[in-house]
């Protein structure tokens, strides 16, 4: 749900998914900026009870404060934005619960660093209500549930809640897991658990996976066959055999699983198909792998879709990929005539969703991947924000789409980062914004806590693979599922996509994960190659004290100034 209100001091605009409340603003009068008093902004938080009235309130927080106020604190404490305000005009809620309404008051903290205070009189109210995952399938129109692991344990957060226990992997149910998974582990053991009901015999499910390794997962499947659901799962026996099949020993469901066939290319997928009846209902798709760091460590989303057509089709695929026979060839023509790659240029279709299933494109030399190609297309197709997230290689067809000077916004955030050059490649479009993953140390900023991750992970922060176009617009694009954007991903391996247009609850659950993760790692990635090139500003983890050392940069041409504009969607 987005809303945007205009006040007469601050136009604000509150953008929600299911965990995240994105908050942007705009000054109706520039000239608020001239001199030196104005701090920042402050933003309270209300929860609405369901008649209206408030059933909590209070001020958001964040870990940048002014040098020498509050000295009191512990380092990485977090710090009421009414006293130590945010220098931006985009901040962010990560603390909102799903289906839950909120008040957002936003506005500008006035005075000297010492003796600042929210002018409550230039406030603008904007109220929004998180999404609410669904409970059964949807009638009509495809329901959608998005899960994202928190993703990064790399953070203040972890580090102040968990400061010396390593997670421990076999107890999904302690807090420390809980806080890692963020509801992933909990909607996926949940998705296979509706076929472990009383009326399981009704029900069964299909899988295909490439690390099948969670020993917890695998007793959900062995509690909804031992229920009586009709259970079948493929997995993965190149790369992860040993490990996946060292778990199925151990949850003792050999007599559910087969092994894939080998050929080419890897057998990439992470879905599970719900049958009712022995018609599919529902599909669990997305990038997490059945592992602790795919459930826990690095970040990952869980896509469910509520929807007959689309698990139909995920059902035939599983069938392909599950014969005896299966060989390429026949493969990639079968999964082109299921779902053809569209014409260079063409838009997705605005009333269906659509399923790109792999390998479905020849291995020419020399040549680009049709369906890569297309997917490069959309984000140069962004007129004003694209978002995409970068798990391994970054495609030659991509760096492409980017040169030049599109006047669309374009967020990149990476796992690791790219060598020099390419990353100078990346950034000659002057609208292209990147990201790397990373953490700080222990000596990085004065009043932050060193961090550190969960130590699941070899590919250590970002595992998720989507492309957002346009967003913020009422006809965005989101593309989501297993393939990394790479040509073995749509010429070799078994991989799936949708292709989601025109859905906006779709897409301002992915923008606002999106956002929180690249912003999360936007800071660390600069500190890092701050701590790479030998600099260090021993003030960059503080506020600014004057206004002319932090807002201008919001209002001369540049990045800034665009995000400003596009977030809060004005001319």
Not at 248 to 275: E, M, T, W, Y
Request: hydrophobic share 35%; aromatic share 10%; net charge negative.
């Amino acid at each position: 749900m987005r809303q945007r209100v205009d006040g007469s001091h601050l136009i604000a605009r509150a953008i929600a998914g299911t965990h995240v409340v994105t908050l942007a603003w705009d000054l109706v009068d520039r000239s608020a900026v001239d001199g030196d008093d104005l701090m920042g902004f402050a933003i309270e938080r209300s929860r609405l009870a369901p008649d209206g009235t408030s059933a909590g309130t209070h001020w958001l927080t964040g870990i940048k404060r002014f040098r020498d106020k509050d000295p009191e604190l512990e380092a990485g404490t977090p710090v009421p934005t009414s006293r130590h305000p945010i220098q931006s005009f985009q901040w962010a809620d990560y603390t909102a619960e799903p289906g839950r309404k909120y008040e957002y008051r936003v506005m500008p903290v006035r005075g000297t660093p010492e003796d600042c205070a929210p002018v409550e009189p230039e406030a603008t109210v904007v109220a929004v209500a998180t999404e609410r995952p669904a409970s059964a399938p949807g009638e009509g129109e495809p329901r959608h549930d998005v899960f994202f692991n928190r993703g990064v344990a790399g953070s203040q957060g972890y580090a102040r809640l968990f400061p010396d226990a390593a997670p421990d992997q076999d107890r999904p149910d302690s807090d420390q897991m809980k806080w890692l998974s963020r509801g992933l582990f909990e909607a996926l053991t949940d998705f296979i658990g509706r076929a472990a009901g009383e009326d399981a015999g009704d029900y069964g499910l299909r899988a295909m996976l490439y690390e099948f390794r969670y020993g917890p997962v695998g007793l959900a499947f062995r509690r909804a066959a031992d229920a009586g659901a009709d259970v079948d799962i493929r997995y993965e026996a190149q790369t992860y055999r040993e490990d996946n099949e060292d778990m199925i020993g151990g949850a003792g469901i050999g007599d559910l699983c087969s092994p894939q066939r080998s050929r080419a290319g890897i057998r990439h997928n992470k879905f599970i198909v719900l049958l009712h009846h022995g018609e599919p209902i529902a599909v669990w798709t997305g990038s997490t792998n059945i592992s602790p760091g795919g459930i826990f460590g690095h970040s990952n989303v869980g896509h469910v879709v509520h929807d007959r057509e689309v698990a139909r089709r995920y059902l035939e695929y599983w069938g392909r990929l599950a014969a005896d026979d299966v060989t390429a060839a026949p493969l990639r023509a079968a999964n082109v005539a299921a779902e053809p790659t569209p014409a260079p240029g063409e838009a997705p279709p605005a009333g269906r969703i659509m399923t790109l299933f792999s390998p479905r494109d020849p291995k020419d030399p020399g040549t680009t991947s049709p369906t890569l190609a297309w997917y490069a297309g959309l984000l140069r197709s962004a007129t004003r924000l694209a978002c995409m997230t970068v798990a391994f290689n970054f495609d030659p067809v991509f760096q492409e789409a980017l040169r030049g000077e599109a006047d669309a916004l374009s967020y990149l955030v990476f796992d690791k980062a790219m060598e020099q050059q390419r990353e100078t490649e990346v950034r000659r479009n002057r609208n292209t914004v990147l990201a790397v993953g990373g953490m700080l140390e222990e000596d990085d900023f004065e009043l932050f806590l060193g961090e550190r991750l969960t130590g699941f992970n070899r590919n250590r922060y970002i595992h998720d693979k989507f492309l957002l176009v346009d967003p913020l617009s009422d006809d965005p694009i989101v593309v989501t599922g297993s393939a990394n954007f790479s040509e073995p991903s749509q010429e070799t391996n078994d991989e799936n996509m949708l292709v989601i247009r025109g859905n906006t609850r779709v897409a301002d659950i992915y923008f606002g994960e999106f956002m929180r993760i690249f912003d999360h790692h936007y800071s660390r990635y600069i500190v890092g190659r701050m701590r790479d090139e030998g600099s260090h500003d021993p003030d960059a983890g503080f506020l600014k004290r004057k206004t002319s050392d932090w807002a201008p940069g919001h209002f001369r041409s540049g990045l800034k100034s665009k995000r400003r504009r596009v977030f809060v969607d004005a001319a």
